[in-house]
Each structure stands twice: as C-alpha cells, then as structure tokens.
C-alpha cells in the first residue's frame, strides 16, 4: 500500500534557504532572534549542526548567504548568524514556487486523505506554518493531519463567520484519525464461540487480547461485532478505534490517544503534550509519556474533574482498538510495549487487530502471567459455512462440502460466491495471491 505514496525530499541548502527566506525581517539587525544561529538553523531544518556548516560554506560561496556577528535576544555572548543575498532571496523566491507545487498527503477534518500542493498545506490545516514546516513534516511522516498539535492553535478563518464551538482548541482535530465507535459492517455468520471467548475476556478485566488470522478473515468484522454488543452492556465505555496504516509512527498514535483520554491544550495537568516533539522528525519521549500517562489515568480526582459535564461522568474504562496493528509494530512496538505497562495498572483494556502474533510481549505474559489473551481466527465451520449458504437467494452450482473443501471457510471467498456463484473465483485467487502467500 506505501509503495504509491508521494515521496518529498528537500535539500538540506533547500531548507536553510527556504527557512532564511521566512526571516528576513530580521536582516541588518544588531540584535537578531536565535533563528538565524547555527543551532537554531539546525532545528528548524532538521539537520545536525555540522551538516548546517557545510551548507553555509557552500552558499557562501555561491553567494547567496553572508555572515555576521552579532547580538542573540536572550544570550550573553554574541554569536555567528547568516542572513540571505539579494542572490539568495531570488534563489528562495524561485524554491519556493518549485517546491510549493509538490504534492504532499494530509487528512482533513472531515478524516479524508487528500493528495494537494504543500503550498495550500497551510490553508487545508487551518494552521499558521511554514512551507519548509510543511514539507519536512510530509518527508519524515509522511501524512499531515489536520489538528495536530505541533502545527499550533487552529487558526480562525478571516471573514464574518463564526467557527463552531470548539475549533480553537489544540487537538480537536485529531479525531479524524481515529473512532468512537466500531465500524459497520456485514452480517457476522457463526463465530459463536470467538465471541464469547471476547465476552469472557473483557468480564475477567485482563489487560490485553490479540485478535490475529491471515488477511480478510474477519477479525474486524468479528471484534467490531463484538463491540456493538457490548456497547449496549457498557454505554459509557469509551472506544478508541485506530485503524493502522503502513505510515503511521508511534507519534501520530501517541497524539490521537492523548486526544482520546481528554488531554489538550485546557487540560493537561501532567504535562503530557511535552513530551511530543515539535520538530519534524522527532521522536516520542515514550518513558516521560508512559510515566505521566499512567498518572493521568490513575488520578481519580483529576478524571473526575475533566469529565464531569460528561454525561454518565467519568468512563469505567478506555477501550484501545489497533486495528491492523502489524503495520506499525516495526515502527512503534516501544510504544506498544508502555501502553500494555498502563494497562497493567490503569482503567484501559486494549485489543490488537493483527495478521500474526506481536513482538511486544513474550510467552509468559501469554500462559503464566495472564497479561495477554490470543485468539486466534480461522476459517468458518462447515456447518456455518452450510447456515451462510443456505440463506442465499440463489443456491450455489457446486457442493457446500465441495465450497468448504476449496475455500476453508474463508469468509471473503463465501462474499465472492454470493456475489458471483463461484467457488474459487478469480478475484478471490488474486487476494489469495496477493494478500495470504505473499503477505
């Protein structure tokens, strides 16, 4: 899936033009901000310090920079700046119109992911950024979304009409990467018993149950059907149903379940949004994360507080959904492995979506220690295979032993006979090609 996704590169002398070209106000001041320092030229363009000076050798000799030395705001002792050219602000004028017309992903707050120009990045996130902001986001991260915190408070759109209630708040927009609520899906045929190993596991308050099978199984399927049952026993239960994606980073995951437990820019008692970066690039502080977030969600007076204009007050527990969690464990599994810690001690219950089993805990969370429960799905019984097939309008050619026999009970390839009366059907083999052998 990650193979067709834009791919952006700057430059490193790119990123110091683009980032001079954002200050040149401060051009012939004797006393300038840190941004025009080697250090802080670094941080903004993402770069180590010594990678910063062979730039600027390079553009001094092309002329497009010049030195001084000269006072910094805040500092003692004056240091080495740069600032641009008339050469260099035509240079930058130029990379700017070049640059502002690749093409970078984002997903709005309606959740859509849209492919545009960086240049109306800005405009689409409601967000006072930069082009240069912009585009090393989308080279480290690869999708913007709209709300993220590190783009600032959303901005107030020029004109007479009032935004609704809300909008101005850090990280509203971060619902659009995740669920409240499971998705609708087809009718659940058999399954009984998988069901009723979910009910079991959630009435015995165990942290953590891996729900795994090869690809189209119906492990989505099955968990969100659970969900709405149990949604009906537990109506204030609050979801948070994340669905993985190759490109997701345990940063993006780290902000959405901040949202998710009430965290933003009005509460944040425990200083939680410090601990993600607010560089391009950055990593997650995973072990401050894990210590103020175990904290947060032991405190009792404190949630309390936060959710008591909320209708039935305080949720008993946060359920925590990765759904195709194999995407991102590579990418994630410190994250992972802090939030199975957590639910070791706080109100949070989490469930993992996955094509295998996870790397994040071993064996003895599994049979000794109780932490973990796997549950592994495969294909259909022959007598629910013969249930689904006998409720079609039109009976299929082939045996229903012969069906079962050919497909394993696959639910995906029982779809493909109801839609098309065939048994092994060729988008079916295609699937199974691609998605089960190869996959």
Known sequence: MSAGLPKVSVAVQDRVLLHLAGQVEQSDRYVVGPELTRPGIAEACAQHPPNVSRAMRNLLRDEAVSEHTRTIRGEDRRQKTWQLTQRGKELAEQLTTDLGSTKVLLRNNEGELLEIEAREAPERLAADITLLQVLMHAQHEGVLTFGDIRFGIISKKKGSEIPKPGRLTPMTGAHATYHNKPPITRPVHGRADEIQALHDWFNERKPCAVVHGIAGIGKSTLVAHWLEQRIKEDPYLSICWYPCQPWDRSLGLATSLLHRFGIGESHDPYNLIETLPLTPGGKVDVDAWRRRLLSYLTDARTIRERYKNEAGGPPPYWLIVLDD????????????????????????????????????????????????????????SLEDTKNWLSQLEHTPSVGIDEVHAATGGHPLALELLELYGQATHEDWLRFLDEEILTG
């Open 325 to 380: 969690v194999h995407h991102m464990e590579e990418n994630a599994k410190d994250l992972l492995g802090a939030l199975l810690q957590i639910s070791l001690k706080a109100p949070l219950r989490l469930l993992f979506i996955s094509r295998t089993t996870l790397r994040i805990y071993d064996r003895r969370d599994v049979h000794t220690r109780g932490v973990v429960r796997e549950m592994p799905l495969s294909g259909l």
